[in-house]
């Protein structure tokens, strides 16, 4: 099992040793904490528990306390095995089961955009510029009108609304560098989110 939890630093850039150069994504991920074992006897599914940054104790409620196993953990993430769990609660995992070349997915909550137009949050292109239209360069067009059902808007009709953070995933992307004294990876290509978001990476 390849899993890790990590924040969103910035992107860059890193030449190989053939002296290509890969657009980069950073990541800072300091070991994980196992906090509790689930498996098919006792929860019906076999997963294992982590927990991931710290955060004052005094802003833990104590049930929250209780599932962290007396940790002060900032996030909890569950994560499915194929068998039963061989971890243990206590055990601590790291960036050292991830190699330069692997293939990754990548989970993470995308920029929050707020309430945008319809040109914006689908790419339409607006009205006509030209001919008398005034002020329907970003206007999103008919949204139904006398020939369908007397007027009624369709149900998923596109239109203006609120847009980003969401969970995107983004799978097939390759490990470039991976750096466990430092608590660095770096994966080829864009990961979701802003600085600071928490990312998931699967192995």
């Known amino acids: 099992m390849k ?5 969103k630093v910035n992107m860059t850039q890193i030449f190989d040793e053939a002296g290509m150069v890969h657009p980069v994504t950073a990541l800072k ?13 006792t929860d019906g599914y ?5 927990g991931y940054g710290t955060r004052g104790a005094k802003n833990i409620n104590k049930a929250q306390l209780g ?4 940790g002060n953990f900032m996030y909890l993430r569950e994560v499915r095995t194929e068998g039963e769990p061989t971890f243990k609660i206590g055990d601590s995992i790291d960036l050292t089961t991830f190699a330069t070349g ?3 997915t990548v989970s993470s909550i995308s920029k929050g955009k707020g309430f ?11 009205g006509p510029r030209s001919h008398g239209q005034k002020h329907s360069e970003r206007e999103p067009g008919s949204i139904g009108g006398g020939g369908r059902d007397g007027g009624r808007v369709a149900k998923g009709k596109r239109m203006a609304g609120r847009m980003g953070g969401d969970r995107i995933t ?7 560098s991976v750096k466990p004294e430092t608590g660095e990876i770096f994966i080829r290509g864009s990961v979701p989110g802003r600085r600071g978001t928490l990312v998931e990476v699967n192995g």
Request: aromatic share 6%; charged share 10%; glycine share 12%.
């Open 67 to 70: 599932q962290m196993n007396g």
């Open 46 to 50: 076999n997963a294992i528990q982590v």
């Open 116 to 126: 945008q137009g319809a040109v914006k949050r689908y790419g339409f292109k607006g």
């Open 3 to 7: 899993f890790i939890l990590g924040t």
């Open 102 to 104: 692997d293939t990754v």
């Open 29 to 41: 991920a300091s070991p994980m904490t196992v906090t509790a074992i689930k498996t098919v006897a």
């Open 170 to 176: 983004t799978k097939g992307l390759t490990v470039v």
